[in-house]
């Protein structure tokens, strides 16, 4: 089976997003010796989980509300609630509010301030 093992996230400006994901999430950001590219660690090595990367955008923006032609990374969170509201205070927006996918956990999906689409998931059996 093929396995994820790494993704990347397409910024107009990376300092913004390396900002906007450093405080909603704690991820950290090492800048790449071979370019404009930073290594995101997002948590330990001995939990579940991919590491990734950050890189400048080339191209244009995608359009609001076109459909995507790229992956949605989901992000475990403790508290769905808070990292939406989080992910406002930061300058991001909702896409799609919070709902229950029953028996799995609470799921949101929020836009970045780039406007980049990420999922962000509460564990929690009981969601109906």
């Known amino acids: 089976m093929a396995r994820a093992v790494h993704f990347e996230i397409h910024a107009s400006n990376p300092q913004s997003l390396i900002a906007f994901y450093s405080a ?21 090595d001995d939990q579940p989980g991919i590491n990734g990367g950050l890189l400048p955008r080339r191209g244009d923006l995608p359009e609001a509300m076109a459909a995507l032609n790229a ?25 799609l509010p919070k709902m229950a996918v029953p028996g799995i956990g609470w799921l949101a999906y929020a836009k970045d301030p780039d406007g980049n689409i990420f999922g962000m998931m509460q564990t929690d059996t009981e969601a109906a």
Do not use: R
């Open 24 to 44: 909603l999430f704690g991820w950290t950001f090492n800048k790449w010796e071979g370019g404009d590219y930073w290594m995101i660690h997002t948590g330990p």
């Open 71 to 95: 992956f949605v990374i989901t992000v475990d969170v403790d508290d769905v609630d808070d990292c939406v509201s989080h992910a406002q205070t930061a300058g991001g927006s909702v896409a």
